[in-house]
């Protein structure tokens, strides 16, 4: 017994001391955020601030930078781009999972296989599309390229396959069409893995920099993230601003992590994703 309590308790040591490593960064960048000049440049370093409620910092970022605009900009791009795969990825995991048609293995085989290929390799190709377009430096163009992802078609297939056969053909006898049988009974059992594939697509579509950068050129576009990589130009060399601004863009996947966590963990166990 003592052997294993000590094993719990290294167990507990070494997954706090990780919790710590993983939170800290965040820590030191929102209490950077509240601290004062004094505070920030003193030493040793000041940990907790006076003041949590000193917004002097934010009110300076949102003067010399449009950060509202981006932020905004961002918020369209994300639900954007969660609506429109959400709904193409639950059509294709269901007609890949339940429907049948010629080819049906080999073109999902073939889907899987292009997961290999990194997405810097599709960014010409995807560039000379948008150009002809003339989506250049427009919002669309943020949205357009990412409207399907076989990897969430691949974690909702799997979760679909799981759910028994005898189900959808005694939903087709009693007369339901595919249509409502996915949105009636598929769709609310698969509410775990929809909520995990949509707040990775929102992780990923908030964060996204390269595609932005490349695609937007004017002030009035920029999202949060390549709003802030100018505005550390922009603010100088006063990092209390930077972390203010850095705070402002993190702060929303904080908040909708902590709320739909426990979603995430369902769906990844139910889903079959291995970690």
Do not use: H
């Not at 970022?61 to 932020?71: D, G, H, R, T, V």
């Not at 049988?181 to 949509?198: F, N």
């Not at 990775?200 to 950068?213: D, E, G, K, P, T």
């Not at 390549?226 to 603010?235: C, K, M, N, Q, R």
């Amino acid at each position: 017994m003592k052997t294993d309590t000590l094993k719990k308790v290294l167990i507990y040591l070494f997954l706090a001391l990780g919790a710590i490593v993983m939170i800290f960064p965040f820590y030191w960048m929102i209490s950077g955020s509240f601290k004062t000049a004094a505070e920030y440049n003193s030493f040793p370093p000041v940990w907790i601030p006076s003041n949590w409620f000193n917004f002097e910092n934010f009110t300076k970022a949102f003067e010399q930078a449009p950060l509202m605009k981006y932020f905004l900009n961002s918020c369209i791009v994300t639900f954007s781009s969660v609506t429109i795969n959400g709904f193409i990825t639950i059509l294709a995991a269901f007609g890949f999972s339940r429907l049948k048609f010629p080819g049906k293995e080999a073109i999902f085989a073939v889907l899987v296989a292009f997961m290999m290929v990194p997405f810097e390799m599709q960014v010409i190709t995807n560039y000379q599309t948008v150009a002809r377009l003339n989506l250049i430096d427009t919002l669309p163009v943020l949205v357009i390229p990412f409207t399907s992802s076989i990897f969430y078609t691949y974690i909702l297939k799997g979760f679909f396959d799981t759910v028994p056969d005898s189900l959808y053909y005694s939903a087709r006898i009693d007369g339901a069409s595919n249509w409502k049988y996915l949105w009636r009974v598929m769709v609310p059992i698969a509410r775990p893995s929809l909520v995990t594939i949509m707040l990775l697509n929102a992780i990923a579509s908030w964060n996204s920099f390269m595609w932005v950068q490349l695609v937007i050129n004017s002030d009035r576009n920029r999202t949060i993230p390549l709003g802030i990589f100018a505005f550390v130009s922009d603010a100088g060399s006063d990092p209390k601003l930077q972390l203010a601004a850095a705070t402002i863009a993190v702060l929303p996947m904080i908040i909708l992590f902590l709320f739909a966590r426990k979603y995430i963990v369902s769906g990844v166990s139910r889903g079959g994703i291995k970690g």
